[in-house]
Structures are given as structure tokens and as C-alpha cells.
């Protein structure tokens, strides 16, 4: 190996949703010669492909092994800090940059010490992050908590969103603002706001207005819009190996109609409490249409939880007309299978690239998080998709969510939008499309960072 490698440390957090792209992000970088070295953990090491290329490489750190946010963060940055540290020092090609987590802002430290730039990695999109930035730096207040509809405007961002208090992120509403789990994740929000870049798994089409306010506030241009990432290859293992047979899968698609089928996910990390289970499968139940259901399965860790589990004699009343997986879905070949019409999504990020990338009618069930804002940005913004629910505190009754579901594989207005973003969603990562000249413009200014003086970055 030169030592005039460019390498870059790909740093995620130990969550599917954020693995995922960023180590499709890692393979965009490989691929114009840069080296990456993945930061990996017991549990998602296996998600980077060993025999992939020389150039991709991981190193092995220890598991959290712990459920919440705050405490996964303060693991890592105690656990691998050290190691990180001993190793970028010792290593032949030192790292030239760090791309991490938008939930690991101590890594701007990190980078520090190294001297190395810190590039955040957002795995949400650019009006999402707008709205956590505008959230942490001005700290708006809920002005009548007795309100259950008191609601928390953004007149500074493009559109200007409003949202009802209870659908902002949860770490911003703790009761007790400035202790200590509210001032970590504010602390957070901040360092990323001070990191010398930030690399969106979006794409300059989907979201202009919010790059533009983006680098507005952050009064720099190191903003660059590389996605939809996606695998080049193999999407059937993408985040896993799939529980059901992939064979069987397709072979069930293929016997349906066109756009006739309803795909059903909340992503990797949510579970459906109980009475949303009901809910739901009551109204696939009502619906009458034909759908693929994928649903998690809890582990101890999440035994506290309530979590709604699909009901006994479910499989026999819908027998012929659902498809049942309990576990991890192959969602990127179901998406992309002619077959399937619409998508009953919770709005995770990659849910909704995947969606657009595959031209389906999305159906908005958003539970938390930055979904609120995807759902409206999909909805009321681009148009392709329509709502069907909201967390547990919106959701229709099981007459009315059927009508919703089955409605939503006829949506004519949305399909016909909903194609025409999926053609310009593929060009942006075409060859000369604007994510892969964003990569090029990235990879360019990697390479020129390693030849300049060190307190320049
Ligand atoms: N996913 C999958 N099979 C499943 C559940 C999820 O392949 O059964 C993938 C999905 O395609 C997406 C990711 O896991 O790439 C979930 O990310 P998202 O941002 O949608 O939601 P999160 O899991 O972070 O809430």
C-alpha cells in the first residue's frame, strides 16, 4: 500500500438503518481507489462483504451490547476512543479522514487529536436534518404543555413545517430539559454543526431547497448529496440474509398482477405495540388485498417491551393473499418486483429511498424520530404517497385503514409521480448523474486535504 493512499475511517452507528448506507457508501468510495477501513462491531461485522475489494477493510471494536441511544453512544466513545486513537497513530497510510454517524458527534475529537477532518454521516435527509439542526441551535419552547395539539414551528426552514409537539424527536422533549440525556444530545447535534462536512445519503433533486438551507446556516459548501445508496449487487442480502426463501418469495410475486400488491415493513428497529398490531392486521384482514407482511421478532433485550404479536389463526384467514415474514425481509427485491404497488412504510430514510428507487405509492405509518418529517416531505411535498396512520396516536379504525390499503394500490396521481421520481432518482446515480459527480467532487477534495497543512481542516 503508497503511503499517499487517501483512507478514510467509515465510522456507523451499530444500527441497521445507519449500517447499512454507509457501508454502501464506503463501496462509492472503494470504487474511485479510496481506501476505507469500516468501523465494525461484533454484530454488524458481517454486514461488509470480506472478499469485496483490498481497498474495503474493517476494524473489529467491542459490542455495546445496550438498548439505549445515550448509553450506546457513551460506550463507544469510552470503549473505542483508546483503541481508535493507538491504531490511526500506529497505522502505515493513516487515516486522512473520519466519515461517522450523525449520532456520534464526539468523533470531531476524535478527528482532532488525528488532525483530520470530520465529515458527518447522515443517514436521514437534508429536511430532516434541517429540522434537528433548527431544533438543538434555537430551542424552541412548547408554549402550552397542557395542549395535547400545541404545536412547534419552523419558520426558517424551506416550506416552513409545523408539526404538532408530540411528533418532535423524543430526546428533545424529555421532561427535563438541560439534564443530562438532553444536554448529551444537544452537545451531539452541536458537533456535528461545527465538523468540517457532511455527506447525505439524498440526492440533490429530491431535497435542492434543503441542501441549499443547509449550507446556508452552516455558512460552508462541504455539503455533498450521494445517494440513494444502494448495493451494486446482491440486494437479496442487503442488512441480512432473509428468513424466508428468496425462491419462494419471488415465486409468490409472480403469480400476482401487476402493481397489484401491498408491501407491509416498519423497518429494522420498530415494533408494533399490540393494539397497532391489531389494528393492522384487522384491516389487511378487511382489506381483501394481496400483501407481504414482515414483521420483527423481539429478542431478551427488548422483553420489556410491549410488542404486538401477529394474532393466532391470522395466517389461515388470509391464506392465498398474504405473505407472512417474521423476521428480516429481502425489502429491496420485494420493492423492486413488479408485482408490488404500494408500501405501508414507517418512513425510516432507507425505507423511503427504497421506495422512491422502486416507483411504489408509499402508505405513511411514521412512528418517531426524523419519520415524522419524511412522511411529510413524501405526502405534501412530492406527492407520492398518501398517509395511512401516525404512531399510536393517530390511527384510523380498521374499516377506514383497509379502505386506506386497498385504495392505495389504485392511486393514479401518486403512481404517476411516483414513477417519474424513481427515472430521476436512477439518473442521479447514473454515470454523469448529479450523487455520482457529488462522489467525484468528495473524493477529489479528500485527496487534496491530504497534501495541505495540517490547521487548515
Ligand atoms: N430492512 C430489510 N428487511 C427488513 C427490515 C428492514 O431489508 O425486514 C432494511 C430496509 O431495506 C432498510 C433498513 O433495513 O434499508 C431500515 O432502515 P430505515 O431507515 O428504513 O428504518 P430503521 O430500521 O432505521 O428504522
Not at 458527534?105 to 477532518?117: E, F, S
Not at 419524511?374 to 405534501?380: H, I, P, Q, S, T
Request: some cysteine; glycine content about 6%; aromatic content about 8%.
Amino acid at each position: 500500500m503508497s503511503t499517499a493512499q487517501t483512507h478514510v475511517l467509515a465510522y456507523p452507528f451499530p444500527s441497521s438503518g445507519h449500517v447499512i448506507p454507509l457501508i454502501d457508501l464506503a463501496k462509492a468510495l472503494v470504487s474511485r481507489g479510496v481506501l476505507v477501513t469500516v468501523l465494525v462491531t461484533p454484530s454488524n461485522q458481517p454486514l461488509v462483504p470480506t472478499n469485496h475489494s483490498p481497498l474495503l477493510r474493517t476494524l473489529l471494536l467491542p459490542n455495546p451490547n445496550l438498548n439505549r441511544l445515550v448509553e450506546i453512544v457513551a460506550f463507544m466513545r469510552e470503549n473505542h476512543y483508546p483503541t481508535l486513537i493507538n491504531w490511526a497513530r500506529n497505522h502505515p497510510s493513516p487515516p486522512s479522514a473520519i466519515i461517522s454517524d450523525f449520532f456520534l458527534g464526539w468523533t470531531l475529537h476524535l478527528a482532532r487529536d488525528l488532525n483530520v477532518p470530520r465529515l458527518v454521516f447522515s443517514p436521514s435527509g437534508a429536511f430532516a436534518l434541517s429540522v434537528s439542526y433548527s431544533l438543538w441551535r434555537n430551542l424552541p419552547e412548547n408554549d402550552n404543555p397542557e395542549d395535547p395539539d400545541s404545536v412547534v414551528s419552523f419558520p426558517n426552514i424551506p416550506n416552513s413545517p409545523v408539526y404538532p409537539w408530540w411528533q418532535i424527536p423524543h430526546q428533545f422533549r424529555l421532561a427535563e430539559r438541560g439534564g443530562p440525556e438532553w444536554a448529551f444530545s444537544q452537545e451531539n447535534m452541536l458537533l456535528n454543526i461545527d465538523s468540517w462536512g457532511v455527506v447525505f445519503n439524498s440526492f440533490l433533486d429530491l431535497e435542492q431547497d434543503y441542501f441549499d438551507h443547509i449550507k446556508k446556516e452552516l455558512g460552508h459548501q462541504r455539503v455533498w448529496a450521494l445517494g440513494p445508496l444502494l448495493p451494486l449487487t446482491e440486494p437479496e442480502n442487503r442488512g441480512g440474509s432473509s428468513t424466508v426463501s428468496c425462491h419462494d418469495l419471488i415465486e409468490w410475486l409472480d403469480s400476482r398482477e401487476n402493481s397489484s400488491v401491498v408491501y407491509v415493513c416498519f423497518g429494522s428497529r420498530t415494533f408494533l405495540t399490540s393494539s397497532q398490531m391489531e389494528d393492522l392486521t384487522r384491516a389487511l384482514e378487511l382489506s381483501g388485498v394481496h400483501f407481504v407482511l414482515s414483521v420483527r421478532v423481539p429478542d431478551e433485550r427488548h422483553a420489556a417491551q410491549d410488542h404486538g404479536r401477529i394474532p393466532s389463526g391470522f395466517g389461515d384467514r388470509v391464506r392465498g393473499r398474504g405473505f407472512v415474514i417474521e423476521g428480516w425481509a429481502p425489502q429491496l427485491v420485494i420493492l423492486s418486483h413488479r408485482a408490488v404497488g404500494s408500501f405501508l412504510t414507517h418512513c425510516g430514510w432507507n425505507s423511503v429511498l427504497e421506495g422512491l428507487v422502486s416507483g411504489v405509492v408509499m402508505l405513511t405509518w411514521p412512528m418517531g424520530a426524523d419519520q415524522y418529517t419524511n412522511a411529510k416531505l413524501v405526502v405534501d411535498q412530492l406527492g407520492v404517497a398518501v398517509r395511512a396512520a401516525e404512531g399510536t396516536e393517530k390511527v384510523p379504525e380498521a374499516r377506514e385503514l383497509a379502505k386506506r390499503i386497498e385504495g392505495s394500490v389504485g392511486r393514479r396521481k401518486e403512481r404517476v409521480r411516483a414513477e417519474e421520481l424513481r427515472d430521476t432518482a436512477l439518473r442521479a446515480i447514473k454515470e454523469n448523474g448529479t450523487s455520482q459527480k457529488e462522489l467525484d467532487a468528495l473524493v477529489k477534495q479528500l485527496h487534496d486535504l491530504k497534501h495541505q497543512q495540517p490547521n487548515t481542516i
